[in-house]
Nanobody, 123 residues
């Protein structure tokens, strides 16, 4: 089992940048595929990015591709989401999630979730 704690959210103007962090407990962090999802008010939770376990392979939602970078530091048990050129439509609660198996864009495939961190982008 793994516990996840996100940080790094906040209020930023459109065009700005944020780096979200997700710290994981446990000794086998590198064995987990890590995903970032977001949920805006009144909307379903949606996939943002994923980084596969045991590798640096990544995938992104079309809405953030080219503006965001997911990365992991297995020595620090941490996954990051660097977001640039932020837009008001990026406003949401951002969650990190973990699963033992390979990559997935389906939130239902992730058994472990953090509490979320709010990102608000003003126009």
């Amino acid at each position: 089992q793994v516990q996840l704690v996100e940080s790094g959210g906040g209020l930023v103007q459109a065009g700005g940048s944020l780096r979200l962090s997700c710290a994981a407990s446990g000794r086998t962090f590198s064995s987990y595929t890590m995903g970032w999802f977001r949920q805006a008010p009144g909307k379903e939770r949606e996939f943002v990015a994923v980084i596969i376990n045991w590798s640096s392979y990544t995938e992104y939602a079309d809405s953030v591709k080219g503006r965001s970078t997911i990365s992991r530091d297995n020595a620090k048990n941490t996954v990051y989401l660097q977001m640039n050129s932020l837009k008001p439509e990026d406003t949401a609660v951002y969650y990190c999630a973990a699963r033992v198996y390979g990559g997935s864009r389906d939130a239902g495939d992730y058994p472990y979730w953090g509490q979320g961190t709010q990102v608000t982008v003003s126009s």
